[in-house]
Nanobody
Framework: QVQLVESGGGLVQAGGSLRLSCAAS????????MAWFRQAPGKEREFVAA????????RYADSVKGRFTISRDNAKNTVYLQMNSLKPEDTAVYYC????????????????????WGQGTQVTVSS
């Protein structure tokens, strides 16, 4: 079992930056690929970014490419999402998730592929 806790959300103006963190506890999370998803009010959950177990490969949604960066520090059991040039349409609850498939080398964009989820952190971008 892996527990995931997100932090770092908040209110920011358009064009600003935030860095989200997701701390893992329980079983070691190193063999898991990690991802961020988000869900805006009235919308379905959508994939944002994912990284493999060693951080060597990443994948991004087209809507955030060039603006968001996913990274991880396995020594701290933490994955990060650096969000720059934020837009009002980035407003959502952001969730981190862990996937053990392929020994932590999957980069799935479907939420159903992920085994563990955090509770989410709210990001609000004002115009």
């Amino acid at each position: 079992q892996v527990q995931l806790v997100e932090s770092g959300g908040g209110l920011v103006q358009a064009g600003g930056s935030l860095r989200l963190s997701c701390a893992a506890s329980g079983r070691t999370y190193s063999p898991y690929s990690m991802a961020w998803f988000r869900q805006a009010p009235g919308k379905e959950r959508e994939f944002v970014a994912a990284t493999t177990r060693n951080g060597g490969s990443t994948r991004y949604a087209d809507s955030v490419k060039g603006r968001f960066t996913i990274s991880r520090d396995n020594a701290k059991n933490t994955v990060y999402l650096q969000m720059n040039s934020l837009k009002p349409e980035d407003t959502a609850v952001y969730y981190c998730a862990a996937d053990r498939d392929l020994g932590g080398y999957a980069l799935a964009s479907q939420g159903d592929a992920y085994d563990y989820w955090g509770q989410g952190t709210q990001v609000t971008v004002s115009s």
